[in-house]
């Protein structure tokens, strides 16, 4: 495998992760969450900050995902309590991250080179079994990590909790009169999302050596990008399904941009074809939908006015 | 096991819109009671189900169920006491989620939530059972999607959930209005099939002057907010729709002289 392609292949994956949290916002509770362009750089933050001062990286790691449920839950807490529209509490808690995450790292980057970080962990302890295992041993273990969380998700949701949680983003209505306080399952859901898209700052700051204040940006629209075309290509029938179908997406959605890159397309262009991606992902099964509704109508307009000449030319050489 | 005292209840106070939803409202049940409200549009039937379920809270007055005075409860805090169906068949279940998970989820209703998985075997045993008593042939399609049931169907599982924990009051809310007749027939015959079998104390909003006289043991109607015909269950017994019609022309009449007789 080629390393331009391993490297894809381990962004992609650790992408993966928030995606399935863009994935619990977006489409279980139906709330289009923005604090994830903030908590991501959040994640990425707390864990390098936390690794250059000398702590564990798996603690590290640990209090990124706190940090990040705690600021969903805030944000939760600003929609349910404050009645704020839910785009706009996204957007206020995105603001608000950005000066937290400067805070948090004290200047607007942190590099982690040359630090004992979870990746390069996994990596030493790869090493101790051979060469391939060395090179392989990163996309193994954040593979191996997306798929316990995934199964983790499917299993949440199929609760009795995770039941009135999805209900709650399907028919708010209906499992309040079934004794569920939605405010409570719209906190919990956007907490544990944005918890999701920690981890993946975190895995990501450690990933590429460094955090920057800026890393998050734009992270929403990958998320978006990843859930609508791994549904539109691996099928959305039912959780379990879903759930795989958002990692795939992530991992083709780093694919595409690789090969945009490698066409001659600059990193700055990213953000743009990610928008596109997600403007002609969300147009295109209109339109082909449209297309074949069309093709069908004609088809049926051809064979009725056939059998009618038919008839007509039946009755002439009756007469 | 239902008691609501001196209700009162105003929209938009104050104001040019101010409307007078609910009147001093007094009104009881007895357990098993089974009492339809009819009505013009306007006359505060859904307001009434609204207030008794939580959605909304009375201006003045308390509601009782159960001898518990629910006055401050919200309306999810509610929920364990009372089985609530729509007129809008959607309305009362989750289309993108199964009809297992549905059930699940009313099964959960009296019930703390916990991390317990919501369909489990046994569940899905007595989940299918009940299913069975619809005679819908649903019990066969627990998986399916409940965004995939026709109109009657769904209002047939919507009030199976509703009942499903046995509440302490059951309101219905005009909720075979939606349907075609032969669908609300046979909602309606559920619905009496499962009242009758649970002894539910239950209260019917409903337009349909028939629908109202064939259910139940006592009738009210509703006219501005207030309550102006009570019929007893002796009464209700040989009540029709003619002299349902003459009483309320009867009290609307005698209303309308003595409104004459103040402004002469």
């Known amino acids: 495998m080629g390393t331009a392609l391993l490297g894809s292949l381990e962004s992609g994956v650790i992408f993966a992760i928030m995606a399935l949290g863009v994935y619990l916002t977006f489409r279980i509770l139906d709330f289009p969450d923005l604090t994830v362009d903030g908590s991501f750089t959040t994640g990425g933050a707390v864990a390098a900050v936390?690794?250059?001062?000398?702590?564990?990286?798996?603690?590290?790691?640990?209090?990124?995902?706190?940090?990040?449920?705690?600021?969903?839950?805030?944000?939760?807490?600003?929609?349910?309590?404050?009645?704020?529209?839910?785009?706009?509490?996204?957007?206020?808690?995105?603001?608000?991250?950005?000066?937290?995450?400067?805070?948090?790292?004290?200047?607007?980057?942190?590099?982690?080179?040359?630090?004992?970080?979870?990746?390069?962990?996994?990596?030493?302890?790869?090493?101790?079994?051979?060469?391939?295992?060395?090179?392989?041993?990163?996309?193994?273990?954040?593979?191996?990590?997306?798929?316990?969380?995934?199964?983790?998700?499917?299993?949440?949701?199929?609760?009795?909790?995770?039941?009135?949680?999805?209900?709650?983003?399907?028919?708010?209505?209906?499992?309040?009169?079934?004794?569920?306080?939605?405010?409570?399952?719209?906190?919990?859901?956007?907490?544990?999302?944005?918890?999701?898209?920690?981890?993946?700052?975190?895995?990501?700051?450690?990933?590429?050596?460094?955090?920057?204040?800026?890393?998050?940006?734009?992270?929403?629209?990958?998320?978006?990008?990843?859930?609508?075309?791994?549904?539109?290509?691996?099928?959305?029938?039912?959780?379990?399904?879903?759930?795989?179908?958002?990692?795939?997406?992530?991992?083709?959605?780093?694919?595409?941009?690789?090969?945009?890159?490698?066409?001659?397309?600059?990193?700055?262009?990213?953000?743009?074809?990610?928008?596109?991606?997600?403007?002609?992902?969300?147009?295109?099964?209109?339109?082909?939908?449209?297309?074949?509704?069309?093709?069908?109508?004609?088809?049926?307009?051809?064979?009725?006015?056939?059998?009618?000449?038919?008839?007509?030319?039946?009755?002439?050489?009756?007469? | 096991m239902l008691k609501l005292k001196d209700i009162n209840k105003i929209f938009n106070e104050g104001t040019v819109d101010e409307k007078i939803a609910l009147d001093d409202i007094q009104l009881e049940l007895k357990k098993g009671d089974f009492v339809t409200i009819i009505g013009s549009n306007g006359a505060g039937k859904s307001t009434l189900m609204n207030i008794i379920s939580g959605v909304l809270t009375p201006d003045e007055g308390s509601v009782e169920i159960d001898d518990q005075v629910v006055n401050n409860l919200k309306e999810f805090q509610r929920a364990p006491l009372i089985g609530r169906v729509f007129q809008d068949p959607m309305a009362g279940t989750a289309p993108a989620m199964t009809i297992e998970e549905n059930l699940a989820m009313a099964y959960s209703r009296d019930k703390k939530r916990g991390l317990r998985k919501g369909v489990t075997k046994e569940r899905r045993l007595l989940f299918k059972e009940s299913l069975e008593s619809l005679h819908l042939g649903l019990e066969n399609r627990l998986t399916a999607k409940v965004g995939l049931l026709s109109g009657g169907e769904r209002q047939a599982l919507s009030l199976l959930m509703a009942t499903f924990t046995k509440p302490k009051v059951l309101l219905l809310d005009e909720h075979t209005a939606a349907l075609d007749p032969s669908r609300a027939a046979l909602i309606t015959d559920l619905t009496r099939e499962i009242v009758e079998r649970s002894g539910l104390t239950t209260l019917m909003v409903t337009h349909n002057m028939q629908q109202a006289i064939d259910l139940g043991n006592r009738l009210i109607m509703m006219d501005k907010g207030r309550i102006i015909l009570d019929v007893d269950p002796e009464q209700k017994k040989t009540l029709t729709i003619e002299r349902l019609l003459k009483e309320f022309e009867r009290i609307r009449g005698e209303k309308f002289a003595s409104d004459r007789a103040v402004l002469g």
């Open chain 1, 50 to 319: 936390l690794i250059v001062n000398g702590y564990s990286p798996f603690l590290g790691t640990i209090a990124a995902v706190i940090a990040g449920i705690i600021f969903g839950a805030l944000t939760g807490i600003l929609h349910t309590k404050g009645k704020i529209n839910a785009l706009l509490s996204g957007i206020l808690s995105m603001i608000a991250l950005y000066s937290i995450n400067l805070r948090i790292m004290g200047k607007a980057n942190i590099g982690l080179l040359g630090e004992d970080t979870l990746l390069t962990q996994v990596q030493t302890a790869g090493s101790g079994f051979g060469e391939w295992l060395s090179k392989y041993s990163i996309v193994l273990f954040v593979i191996v990590l997306v798929i316990l969380i995934k199964l983790v998700v499917d299993w949440f949701l199929d609760t009795e909790v995770g039941l009135a949680l999805r209900a709650t983003g399907n028919n708010a209505r209906m499992i309040r009169s079934f004794s569920t306080n939605t405010d409570n399952t719209i906190i919990l859901g956007v907490a544990l999302s944005n918890g999701l898209v920690a981890l993946s700052g975190a895995l990501m700051a450690q990933y590429q050596g460094f955090s920057d204040v800026s890393m998050g940006i734009g992270m929403i629209i990958i998320g978006l990008a990843s859930v609508i075309i791994g549904e539109a290509i691996f099928g959305d029938r039912s959780i379990r399904r879903a759930t795989l179908a958002v990692i795939g997406g992530a991992i083709i959605y780093r694919l595409v941009v690789a090969l945009a890159l490698r066409v001659g397309l600059s990193p700055s262009d990213m953000k743009l074809m990610t928008a596109l991606i997600v403007i002609i992902a969300l147009i295109a099964p209109m339109m082909i939908n449209n297309w074949k509704d069309k093709k069908k109508k004609a088809a049926r307009r051809k064979q009725s006015a056939s059998e009618m000449n038919a008839h007509l030319e039946g009755g002439k050489n009756n007469a």
